[in-house]
């Protein structure tokens, strides 16, 4: 019995297909949306520090 393997592209490809085998079709959508979920938070906290610099440069006094 022979048995072929496909060739995987990369580490993400190789994941998510462990994933599809390995977990319901249910926890690989909770597994995205906290994926998700934890890449708004991140870009909003770069937000926040982007506004933060600007503030404080904007409220730093300008001296002759």
Known sequence: MEMRI???RSVGAALR???SVLLAPG???A???AWAAVCENRQH???RRHDAVAAGAAA???RP
Request: aromatic content about 6%; proline content about 6%.
């Open 6 to 8: 496909r060739s995987v």
């Open 17 to 19: 297909f462990a994933e």
């Open 27 to 29: 926890q690989q959508h």
């Open 31 to 33: 597994r995205r949306n």
């Open 45 to 47: 906290a770069a937000d």
């Open 60 to 62: 730093k006094p300008v």
